[in-house]
């Protein structure tokens, strides 16, 4: 046996060439051979390596010859080698194992790598020796890892849009009862009737119970990117400074709010009251998480993607204005990381929180086409950003209109079509219409709504659900309704904002909406203003 190769034995599978070519030619075969090939023997020492060995380990030829072969493998994982060898030689028939078998490899500078490893037997005039064919496998497992990571990124997307389908699904049914509930409660309260302390008490528990239903079905709504928004330009900069001191209030004496504002101002296209909400539950988690006290850190910057730097497919590349909520609490572990935006998951006790409010965060800001980013690690604290798509500058009105005025009454006997599926919606409806002193007609879908109107064209308004049954929806009814009579005006009424996403083929960027639930003052205030604008035309 020589230092550097073994002596071919010699006989009829030679062919043609001399021993001594047949030693050379296998000689350029393994040397020029793409992995490392190790020849050991059967007491572990080492006693061949090609060039493409001394290139991977990083030693050269004399370190490596009549060595240990354990040398070439991480000290954790000598002790499985060297029983994995022991059954190599001790098999009665010692056979190629083939390749498959993956370990870690130790390299001369001491940094482990990871490799798949044949072995084969090679019977030599020294006796039975193994050869082993190694191929470093770094850029495999690092292409799997993002393979790895890309798939399960995906079901959480796929997990999280079934979710969405039918938390949204839910909501949706319940605002219709909802609207029934509240619209009932109304009636009563606004009746003038004296009632006894103990029934006031109970249509008191009702009202603020039905308060608390809305707001859970919003959160669902959010969560599921169905919630009705109503984008306007937002400075983040003014309305994170004009949530300062409502948030120290909120978060208590133990906690220190600090501002970290971007020098200049950048506008983003967001429903502002929505926005806050978020930012108030972000920070009520971070209050949770600091209970012996701590600092709630509130940035806003702005950041431009390439496509190179985004996770999310769905997620365009350009400048995005983010708000980043840092706090120093106790952080979170990557198993409760994973979950934290998904509905009703909490990790508090039972009574103290519904698992929503976060859900709702993150509805939100990708229904507003933005996305969210949460680091989060034990005893690191956590720090989410919402981002949002930057928005060319434009003037800012100074503050947010409110509603103002009372409810309108009927003042010219004025006629209103009422067409809604659920006939106790469609009921609640027309008896609060009634009762404003407008005359109703009603319809159950699209269909019965345009005979109704042929037969009595005098509608000044049509109040729809965009939702209908019958194969005709509020949209389509809409335009057929305003094709046979152009100064017909137009109110929609939904719980989803998928059924009123602007579309010019629709022509409903402009459309009026009064979202669901509504009672008598939202929608009494809703149709008198529509009726009372300049451009509506009286038809009566």
């Not at 060595?67 to 499985?80: A, C, D, F, K, S």
């Not at 005006?489 to 629709?506: E, M």
Request: proline residues 5%.
């Amino acid at each position: 046996m020589q230092n550097d190769t073994f002596a071919l034995n010699a006989g009829p599978e030679t062919g043609h060439l001399s021993l001594r070519a047949g030693e050379g030619l296998f000689r350029q075969v393994v040397e020029r051979a793409p992995n490392a090939m190790v020849i050991v023997d059967q007491f572990g020492q080492i006693e061949m390596v090609n060039i493409e060995t001394q290139r991977l380990f990083g030693y050269g030829l004399a370190e490596l010859l009549h060595h240990p072969v354990e040398m070439l493998i991480p000290v954790r994982y000598r002790g499985n080698h060297a029983g994995l060898r022991s059954s190599f030689f001790t098999a009665p028939l010692a056979r190629p194992m083939g390749n498959g078998r993956e370990l870690f490899a130790l390299r001369n500078d001491g940094s482990e790598f990871p490799v798949e490893i044949g072995l084969s037997p090679i019977q030599t005039d020294a006796g039975t020796m193994t050869l082993s064919i190694i191929v470093d496998i770094t850029e495999r497992k690092r292409l799997e890892g993002q393979l790895r990571q890309a798939l399960d990124a995906l079901h959480q997307a796929q997990k999280m849009e079934s979710l969405g389908l039918l938390t949204g699904g839910i909501a949706h049914d319940f605002n219709n009862a909802l609207t029934i509930i509240i619209g009932n409660i109304d009636t009563v309260q606004r009746s003038g009737e004296v009632v006894s302390p103990r029934l006031q008490r109970a249509l008191d528990y009702a009202a603020r119970g039905s308060a608390r239903a809305v707001k859970l079905t919003s959160r669902l709504l959010a969560f599921a990117r169905q919630q009705i928004l109503d984008p306007k330009p937002v400075d983040l900069n003014v309305l994170v400074g004009r949530m300062h001191g409502m948030l120290a209030n909120s978060l208590g004496e133990t906690i220190s709010v600090r501002l970290e504002l971007a020098k200049e101002s950048r506008l983003v296209s967001i429903d502002a009251s929505q926005l806050e909400d978020a930012l108030l539950n972000i920070a009520l988690n971070a209050r949770d998480a600091m209970a012996g006290g701590g600092t709630l850190t509130i940035e806003t910057a702005e950041i431009h993607l390439d496509a190179s730097m985004l996770k999310n497919e769905s997620v365009q590349p350009g400048s995005y204005s983010f708000i980043a909520v840092r706090d120093t609490g106790h952080g979170m572990a990557k198993e409760v990381r994973d979950r934290v935006f998904e509905p009703f998951f909490t990790t508090k006790e039972v009574g103290k929180g519904t698992g929503l409010g976060l859900a709702q965060v993150y509805g939100f800001v990708r229904q507003s086409g933005g996305f969210v980013e949460i680091e989060s690690s034990p005893g690191c604290g956590t720090v989410f950003r919402l981002l949002f798509p930057t928005i060319p500058a434009q003037r800012v009105p100074d503050g947010i209109p409110l509603p103002v005025g009372l409810v309108g009454l009927a003042t010219r006997g004025e006629a209103i079509m009422v067409v809604e599926y659920d006939a106790e919606v469609r009921a609640h409806s027309v008896g609060i219409l009634h009762e404003l002193g407008y005359r109703v007609v009603e319809a159950s879908d699209g269909r019965a709504a345009l005979l109704a109107m042929d037969a009595e064209p005098a509608i000044d308004l049509l109040f729809t659900d965009i939702e209908l049954r019958g194969g005709m929806t509020g949209w389509q009814l809409a335009r057929e309704a305003k094709r046979r009579h152009p100064s017909l005006q137009v109110l929609f009424t939904s719980s989803s904002a998928r059924a009123v996403v602007p579309d010019p083929a629709r022509g409903n960027q402009d459309a009026d909406l009064l979202a669901k639930p509504f009672a008598y003052a939202g929608l009494g205030r809703k149709v008198r203003e529509i009726l009372d604008r300049p451009d509506a035309a009286m038809t009566t």
